[in-house]
């Protein structure tokens, strides 16, 4: 009797993968020069430090080599073919109406008005290299919360000099070549200034949608959330597919003061010819708490590391993540940890699924410093193979300076044990069933820290159809 | 100060199969050793057969050992045959001995494997033992490494080994401090069913440095690894050990896992782990895990009770693991470093009366 195979299918990107013309389009010349990053800082009539800023990480970025002995290959990345800066003709609008037809399409069908109206306080909607949409609830403004751009924060006599206060200092444009990369060309991102005490009953989401072929996006997010703050914070981001590469080199620095909190939430859903080097870094005070919430299934090749610094004392983090990795996927993802202060707490669940060749490397640090006194840690990697073409490593490290540290880590690597779907049958579970409430059970931690709508697509994205009878 | 003409730097030395970020400083470690100083002679050679073994120091430490060791040694244990007594590889480190040990376990067979490093610090030297094992079917080995050198010596420690279907393979290792001791031993399981267990206890003081790198290769249908690492840094000893598991296409029914446990006692220890899974296989299991503490408040509660200061109870697990190696020590070689390393760490006295006890419950056995 043939019978047929339990299948998980492949991520679900019809929903991400359709085009629009780029006619019309501002498009600079493919390649890195001084006067391609010149051009970008004219555009947007920066203040001389940010041009100057911008020339030196360009020959940071040509000067820095890439590490040869650990991540996946990027060989197929050539910078001379990748257009720096691609921008729609429209100019950044605070109403949907002013936006352009087929920009404000994209972004209907990618659910973000929508969610706009029900459930966030404010959203940025990034299309190629330029904040199309921007705005915010009125009541959110009046309780002083700034978010907007960096450009145009860099316009107002009144932020510009907070933006050049914080602005590079917590991703040092010398941390590797793609940082340097990404300050020589960065253009667009969001600035949010929390003052101190707010706390955001809703969050705000910046969107980015990368839609030109054979293009970078390096944005730049910017969050300060001052003594006693709560945001957060959602991150979403996609592409359609073309057969030529795309890059995203993006950078998020946050800047969570004292007893603040800052929860991130990010849903990542690059097509499969996107190389995301992307770069997050959170710096946390005392008694201040970051969350992190990842979730990764598109990219061809992703190096993707969240840091978090517990620079003070009684100061923690989560961090909870999911990688989804299938054909032609290498995702290189895990997240860093840099206990400085005493007292400190930081816990870190990851999940990665592998299936139909693709590569999960689930890559941690944990660094306990001399002074991190009472520090605790603990970390849990959990991977799961669904066939056997893929391929999952885990590669974590800790370097522990504190003898009053307690630093703990587990790994487990596998797949559905037959046990476990033999033991769900025999209490009238079918095959499909049994794998289904395991892969379910699988990603449920960090779908339930998503919010609803995010939870949503990612089953949507995990779409699960299990068919068959044991094989 | 060394003279720069008469030694030779030695990178990437005990790296991994996989690597993570350079700037953690854990990727490997760089030794500074004697030149090659026998250019012009003919070296002695195991059979070509070892020279495809990977060892867990890598090729430039084995090419170095080759070339340097005053000999090569060539055991065959013939097939089903239970060798008596152990091979010994003694290594004087005071005089900066270099052994090269080839040893081919034919099928069925049983042996058991010692080497012993150490000396009293007469001298800044450095020492090294290549230890090379072909396990063929059904074979049984067991390999015990005891080093405690001098402050101001440097051992390097390199192990490989090939067990073939249904071996058995056992490697018990004590690092008991010294200046820079580097340990690298790489297991390949590679036929079906064959089983590994590596097994590490340590102790690094002053400005002890330790290196360290497990590889389990796991190739064979079937086959099982255990590798279980724990130890005690104190004072400003520094301390790197990789551990992988590496779970290779074909695999299939494979389970491997691997455990450290650390005491961190001293203020200004440095302690790097990398426990390392890689998995190319979906019908396997791959389990690793990593405690790094100091000795809780709970459980020092509980000593407290008991009028143990947390100096008494610190103690209590230096001495734990010195009689462990002191009893588990085979032969006489290893025995003697590791009474040796018991002086000079818990004294004379209680070294001892270890010996003493070891001695009267093989006096009880007998």
Do not use: D
């Given at each position: 009797m043939t019978k047929e195979r339990t299948q998980v299918a492949d991520v679900d990107r019809s929903l991400y993968d359709f085009t629009k013309s780029e006619e019309g389009y501002e498009r600079y010349a493919d390649g890195l020069t001084p006067d391609i990053v010149r051009a970008i800082s004219a555009k947007k009539d920066e203040p001389q430090w940010m041009l100057d800023l911008r020339l030196k990480a360009l020959d940071e970025y040509h000067r820095r080599p890439m590490a040869t002995n650990w991540g996946p290959s990027i060989a197929g990345l050539d910078l001379d073919h990748i257009s720096t800066y691609v921008s729609p003709k429209t100019k950044q609008a605070s109403s949907w109406d002013d936006v352009p037809a087929d920009i404000k399409d994209t972004f209907e069908r990618l659910g973000i008005p929508e969610a706009e109206r029900e459930s966030l306080a404010g959203v940025g909607a990034q299309y190629d290299s330029e904040i199309v949409y921007h705005n915010m609830r009125e009541e959110v403004a009046k309780q002083g919360v700034v978010y907007t751009t960096i450009e145009d924060a860099l316009h107002d006599p009144t932020w510009e000099p907070v933006v050049h206060e914080y602005f590079g200092t917590l991703i040092p444009m010398t941390d590797h070549k793609f940082a340097a990369l990404h300050y020589a060309v960065w253009s667009g991102g969001s600035f949010v200034y929390v003052p101190a005490g707010v706390s955001l009953d809703y969050p705000l989401q910046s969107y980015f949608r990368l839609n030109a072929q054979g293009a970078g996006q390096f944005e730049h997010t910017l969050i300060i959330v001052e003594p006693g703050a709560n945001l957060h914070f959602i991150e979403g981001c996609s592409a359609p597919k073309y057969y030529e590469a795309n890059l995203h080199a993006g950078a998020v620095e946050l800047f969570v003061k004292d007893g603040a909190r800052l929860r991130y939430s990010t849903i990542e859903n690059w097509s499969k010819n996107m190389y995301n080097l992307n770069t997050k870094r959170a710096t946390v005070g005392a008694d201040a708490k970051m969350e992190w919430v990842s979730g990764s299934f598109g990219s061809h090749v992703s190096y993707l590391y969240p840091t978090t610094i517990l620079a003070g004392d009684r100061s923690s983090c989560e961090f909870t993540g999911i990688t989804f990795s299938g054909a032609t996927q290498d995702l290189d993802t895990g997240c860093k940890v840099i206990l400085n202060g005493r007292d400190t707490t930081a816990s870190v669940s990851t999940k990665s699924i592998s299936k139909d060749g693709g590569i999960n490397t689930f890559r941690s640090s944990v660094v306990v410093g001399r002074h991190a006194d009472n520090a605790r840690c603990t970390v849990s990697c959990q991977s799961l193979m669904l066939d056997n073409i893929s391929r999952s490593d885990t590669i974590p490290a800790m370097d522990v300076r504190n003898p009053t540290a307690s630093v703990g880590h587990e790994a487990t690597i596998g797949r559905i044990s037959d046990d476990t779907i033999l033991y769900l049958m025999s209490r009238g579970c079918s095959e499909q069933e049994a794998r289904t409430l395991v892969v379910n059970g699988f990603a449920n931690p960090v779908s339930k820290d998503l919010p609803m709508e995010y939870a949503v697509e990612m089953n949507n994205l995990i779409k699960l159809e299990m068919e068959g009878a044991i094989g | 100060m060394a003279d720069e003409n008469a030694t030779v730097v030695l990178d990437r030395v005990n790296e991994p199969p996989a690597q993570t970020w350079n700037?953690?400083?854990?990727n490997d470690i760089t030794l500074t050793v004697p030149k090659i100083?026998?250019?012009g002679d003919v070296y002695f050679a195991l059979p070509q057969l070892f020279s495809h073994i990977e060892c867990g120091m890598g090729e430039k430490v084995t090419s170095w050992v080759t070339s340097q060791a005053a000999d090569a040694r060539y055991v065959e244990v013939p097939a089903h045959t239970v060798r008596e007594e152990p091979i010994v590889v003694a290594v004087d480190t005071d005089k900066g001995e270099v052994a090269d040990t080839g040893v081919m376990v034919r099928a069925g067979a049983t042996v058991s494997i010692v080497v012993a490093a150490g000396g009293t610090n007469a001298a800044a030297t450095t020492s090294a033992s290549l230890l090379r094992v072909i396990a063929e079917e059904g074979a049984t080995v067991t390999i015990t490494e005891v080093v405690g050198i001098g402050s101001s010596q440097q051992h390097l420690e390199s192990v490989g080994v090939d067990a073939d279907d249904d071996a058995r393979v056992e490697v018990r290792q004590y690092?008991?401090?010294?200046?820079t001791v580097a340990f690298g031993t790489a297991v390949s399981l590679s036929g079906d069913r064959a089983r590994a267990n590596v097994g590490l206890r340590y102790f690094a003081d002053g400005k002890d440095h330790l290196d360290v790198n497990h590889v389990v290769r796991q190739r064979g249908k079937n086959t099982i690894a255990h590798v279980r690492e724990n130890g005690i840094l104190d004072d400003a000893a520094e301390k790197a050990l990789r551990a992988t598991i590496d779970l290779v296409h074909g695999a299939r029914g494979s389970k491997g896992d691997e455990a450290e446990s650390v005491l961190v006692f001293g203020d200004d220890v440095v302690n790097k782990t990398v426990p390392v899974i890689l998995c190319d296989e979906d019908d396997v299991q791959g389990n690793h895990g990593a405690t790094i503490g100091t000795v809780g408040p709970e459980q020092m509660d509980y000593l407290a009770d008991r009028g143990l200061s947390r100096k008494d109870a610190e103690a209590l697990f230096v001495r734990a693991l010195f009689e462990d190696a002191i009893i588990n020590a085979p032969e006489a070689h290893a025995h003697d470093v590791a009474v040796r390393q018991a002086e000079r760490v818990l004294g004379a006295e209680v070294a001892h009366d270890f010996d003493a006890s070891v001695q009267l419950a093989e006096d009880e056995e007998a």
């Open positions: - | 700037r953690l400083r854990a100083s026998r250019k690092a008991l401090g010294g200046g």
